[in-house]
């Protein structure tokens, strides 16, 4: 159902508040540099400083933006299932084509819990569900046994693998089949992922180089791993440099630089300075044949 490369947007802030404006240009310059698709409201996106007012009104611009040119798959998920149902209606309410729903975080339910509290969620939605397998971050892997017994309900569609594991993503392919989406959620293994079926990424990098993702991308999906395999290299010191700190710290300056949106963050989030900044902006430097120019910004 969902493949490409789709951009796990940032979402930018202006004097506390969200900067739609920003937000309007950010959607037209991805849809104009042949993106497949939109995430707004996920890590890279800020949301867990952001109200449930703020990401309503991130989903519903995304989605007003977009117009139905390219699909939005909204995050929505929680470690508590009713805010992540509650969430996600509103994301249904608010138009999206899909939902992005975390691993339950800190909490570390048992693979029961975890099946049944992503069970519950699709019960409750019409919307299509692509779970998001992130250990690093929430402390549980999502088993490629409990992702098989998922992708039997109607609506759990596919996953965002982001264990860095090509045994999981082996596993995952092999029981759920070809129909269950496989979409790498780093960016540095996005050709090793698709070379074992997946079918895209959702990306960070594709916040300010679009193009360069979508293209590698259209590559691998038509079987083209020359070529995915040439824009992979070209693209990997970007992909260190944007997670030399943690998303969305450096891409969000890198945003910024280019002029897409502001740096302004929330805290806990702090602004990079220091050797990691220039290293950053030299790294872009290096890059800016993947980048857009200033009239494409």
Do not use: W
């Not at 029961?112 to 069970?119: C, D, Q």
């Not at 892997?141 to 045994?167: H, Q």
């Not at 998303?247 to 702090?270: F, H, Q, Y």
């Amino acid at each position: 159902m969902f493949s490409g490369a789709f951009t796990a947007l940032v979402t930018p802030f202006r004097n506390g508040e969200v900067d739609v404006e920003a937000l309007e240009g950010m959607v037209e310059f991805q849809i104009g540099n042949g993106i497949h698709g939109l995430v707004p409201c996920g890590t890279t996106g800020e949301t867990p400083a952001m109200s449930e007012a703020e990401d309503r009104v991130v989903i519903e611009t995304v989605v007003r933006v977009a117009n139905g040119r390219v699909p939005v798959i909204a995050g929505s998920g929680s470690n508590s299932t009713d805010m992540a149902i509650k969430y996600t209606r509103m994301a249904e309410e608010s138009g999206a084509d899909g939902s992005l729903q975390v691993a339950p975080y800190y909490n570390k339910p048992t693979q029961e819990g975890l099946y049944r509290h992503f069970a519950a969620i699709a019960e409750s939605t019409s919307l299509p569900l692509v779970l998001y397998n992130i250990p690093g971050r929430t402390g549980i892997t999502i088993e490629a046994d409990t992702i098989a017994r998922l992708a039997e309900v109607p609506n759990i569609v596919g996953v965002k693998e982001s264990t860095l594991s090509m045994n999981m993503t082996s596993d995952i392919k092999k029981l759920c089949g070809e129909d269950f989406d496989v979409l790498s959620g780093d960016d540095p293994v996005t050709l090793p992922l698709m070379s074992l079926g997946g079918v895209g990424v959702i990306s960070v990098s594709s916040n300010v180089a679009p193009r360069a993702m979508s293209d590698m991308v259209n590559a691998l999906l038509d079987g083209d791993f020359e070529r995915g395999r040439e824009l992979h290299y070209e693209l990997l010191p970007l992909f260190r440099a944007l997670f030399v700190e943690s998303n969305p710290i450096p891409v969000k300056t890198a945003a910024s630089l280019l002029g897409l949106c502001s740096d302004e963050m929330r805290l806990p989030l702090v602004p990079m300075e220091g050797e990691n900044l220039r290293h950053l902006q030299e790294t872009l430097d290096a890059s800016a044949h993947l980048l857009p120019t200033p009239e494409e910004v």
